[in-house]
């Protein structure tokens, strides 16, 4: 692991597996270029984040485009995530519009400059499946928190990410399957981390939807200075705080309007009450 501009950039230990498959195979140079193209595409999330105030802690290398670790970006808008996610396949069309620039120039052709663009194809397009931690998993997760509330999106953002995952580990291994080519072995083990990987989050959306909840006093101050308006939640006065609370929306913020049995209100409450009394373990209704 090195550090670079405060950020801790660490190569996975699939990346090492495959970087000495290379070596022994004799595939260096190719090597050379598919890291250099992840730490590029990981380099356009780091620019991009840092733009909107957001703090890059680590950028760990893997085969298909690395994952930065970012401080909780829950405070930011849907637009503002998904311009972060799409920095990164950005710079592969940049590279990819590089090399045929030079290439019509004439100054590179051959056989690396066909694995280069495709290199930067497949990490670009493989990266916008709608698997997190992808690109595209984070550009759909960000979609969903428009017209649902965050646990919902948590949710269903989490069994969409498993279900492409499956669809990767089915598709790797279909080939040998109808007997029409080989076990793609690369794929398979970058299916299954994926698989593994949003499995044990679907198990934790309890402790990410906590830190949600955390972190809104972040989200009052913006709505505060910008003037968004409210948007009511209305509630039965026995109705549990946790169920109120798995109505937040992610760019809204929430008063939250008792009734009584007869149907008429007779509490008006901020939502910070709610997460309050929800975080210190108060009567939950």
């Known amino acids: 692991m090195i550090k670079w501009n405060g950020i801790k950039i660490s190569v996975h230990p699939f990346f090492v597996i495959i ?44 085969p298909f485009g690395g994952v930065a670790e970012m401080e909780d ?22 590279l990819i519009g590089v090399s045929l620039l030079l290439h019509i120039c004439g100054l590179w052709e051959g056989a690396f400059f066909l694995y280069f663009i495709n290199s930067n194809l497949i990490i670009a397009l493989f990266n916008l499946l709608p698997i997190l931690p992808l690109d595209g998993g ?12 965050f646990h919902l999106t948590l949710v269903y953002s989490l069994r969409i990410s498993l279900i492409f995952s499956f669809m990767v580990v089915v598709y790797s291994v279909l080939p040998p399957l109808l007997g029409q080519g ?4 690369n794929l398979l083990l970058v ?10 989050d679907y198990r934790n959306i309890p402790y990410r939807f906590m830190r949600f909840l955390v972190n809104r006093d972040q989200s009052f101050v913006r709505h505060w200075m910008t003037g968004v308006l409210a948007q009511p939640i209305v509630a039965n ?5 946790e169920q109120i609370l798995r109505l937040f929306r992610r760019q809204k913020y929430h008063f939250i309007y008792v009734m009584n049995r007869q149907g008429d209100i007779v509490a008006v409450l901020p939502e910070q009450r709610i997460i309050s009394s929800f975080l210190q373990g108060k009567p939950r209704d």
């Open 182 to 185: 080989m076990l793609n072995l």
């Open 237 to 241: 006065k026995a109705k549990p705080l």
């Open 138 to 149: 984070k550009i759909s997760q960000a979609l969903i928190s428009l017209i649902l509330p």
């Open 73 to 94: 970006t829950t405070h930011l808008t849907a637009r503002r995530e998904i311009v972060i996610a799409l920095a990164g396949p950005m710079q592969n069309i940049l």
């Open 191 to 200: 299916g299954l981390f994926l698989l593994y990987s949003n499995w044990t």
């Open 19 to 62: 970087m000495l498959a290379s070596v022994l195979t004799g595939h260096f140079l190719e090597l050379i270029a598919l890291f250099t193209i992840v730490f590029i595409h990981e380099i356009g999330h780091v620019v991009a984040a840092r733009c909107f105030g957001v703090q890059v802690l680590a950028i760990q290398m893997l």
